[in-house]
């Protein structure tokens, strides 16, 4: 059970890393550019994004997710099945944030005609909700590679 553990450890804290890689580029790069866009850019930049990375980050951190209860399971020891027990929470709290929070926003921009600004947009524009719940989301996939490396090391 315990090379079992230490390759479903460190494929999680792969998938975990990848995906809480291009969660920190967004949060430093990415959303502060599309805060800053006019109606127009925002709409498109969403619509050109999204698609690209809405079937890959579900992939990643379902992955990482699945990879970290696996090793959880088989982990032999309660320290490395602790950790990795907070990885996973953390994973599902990232999905959960994502699913109830940034997707239905994405959908909702993704079906916006950028040529045609809503007359009520200052209200309904989502940016700077979404900005924060990505933040938020962002942190805990950070701390959930903290964790997968962590009992990854355990493992060894």
Do not use: E, H
């Amino acid at each position: 059970m315990s090379a079992l553990a230490q390759t479903a450890a460190g494929l999680a804290a792969v998938c975990n890393g990848v995906a809480a890689g291009i969660m920190v580029s967004t949060v430093v790069g990415i959303v502060p550019m599309m805060v800053a866009q006019p109606y127009r850019g925002y709409v498109q930049t969403v619509q050109f994004l999204w698609p690209r990375y809405d079937p890959l980050m579900p992939i990643l951190n379902g992955t990482a997710l699945a990879l970290a209860v696996v090793a959880a399971i088989a982990a032999p020891t309660a320290s490395a099945r602790t950790v990795l027990v907070v990885a996973a929470a953390l994973l599902a709290t990232v999905m959960a944030i994502s699913i109830a929070k940034n997707v239905p926003v994405n959908r909702y921009v993704s079906r916006l005609d950028p040529g045609r600004q809503p007359d009520d947009w200052a209200r309904l524009d989502p940016r700077l909700r979404w900005q924060r719940w990505n933040r938020i989301r962002t942190a805990m996939a950070v701390l959930a590679f903290i964790a997968n490396v962590a009992a990854t090391g355990l493992l060894t």
